[in-house]
């Protein structure tokens, strides 16, 4: 059973926190996703990997970057939190070009 | 690049009836498509999908199909019931690569 997780379920930060959102999956999948949810836009893919060290932009890099230093991990970072990066985060692996597998979700919240 | 447009955004049936929710896309190119159903509080999970060189697909209550000419597939589920009130979720992959392309979302809403 395919297994992605996320390091939380629930995130509150201040505007201009550095933020580290986390995942993990437990499939070997080469394939790594950051998605943003917001209501009436569906989901909107932030950044995905291919493979470690490699990162690729999706359709709404601005205000993000990621890191894949292991195969099972990848991590999206806000280097400065802004009001309006308030969002479910969701995180997705796939063994291309296979069935995304999301993770939870993490809600964020930036005051 | 690739755009799917998904409608209708919100939709309520009576238990029993059926429903249908239809996306559009814009690249040609775009060879695999696949439906997800996100219940309330939980994470999206794949129901169904279908290739390019398939017209339609199903698995019990749920059916897609799709049709390359016109650029548009459709998620058809049928004796709905109340658990299946969810969002659900249509996405395109362009030809190159493993990302997804989705829809804005639909919430199904059925009605006892």
């Known amino acids: 059973d395919v297994k992605v997780t996320q390091s939380s379920r629930y995130l509150v930060k201040r505007t201009g926190e550095k933020v580290f959102l986390e995942c993990v999956q437990d499939?070997?999948?080469?394939?790594m996703f950051w998605y943003r949810q917001d209501p009436g836009l569906g989901l909107r893919l932030i950044y995905f990997?291919?493979?470690?060290?490699?990162?690729e932009k999706g359709d709404i890099p601005e205000g993000y970057s990621v890191s894949r230093e292991k195969k099972e991990r990848f991590s999206l970072i806000l280097e400065s939190a802004s009001t309006n990066q308030t969002s479910m985060y969701l995180c997705?692996?796939?063994?291309?070009?296979?069935?995304?597998?999301f993770g939870p979700g993490t809600r964020l919240t930036v005051l | 690049g690739e755009n799917v447009e998904q409608h209708p955004s919100t939709l309520s049936v009576q238990e029993g009836d059926s429903a249908v929710i239809k996306c559009t896309y814009s690249?040609?190119?775009?060879?695999?498509f696949p439906w997800y159903k996100q219940e309330l509080g939980k994470r999206p999970q794949l129901i169904i999908d279908i290739r390019s060189n398939v017209g339609e697909k199903k698995d019990q209550r749920i059916a897609v199909t799709l049709n390359k000419t016109a650029k548009h597939f459709s998620l058809h589920i049928t004796e709905t019931q109340p658990e299946d009130s969810a969002v659900y979720f249509c996405a395109a992959r362009p030809s190159q690569g493993g990302k997804l392309i989705f829809g804005q979302g639909t919430e199904l809403s059925v009605k006892p």
């Open positions: 690249d040609s190119a775009s060879n695999y």
């Open positions: 499939m070997d999948h080469e394939n």
């Open positions: 990997s291919y493979d470690v060290k490699m990162k």
């Open positions: 997705a692996s796939s063994r291309s070009p296979d069935t995304q597998y």
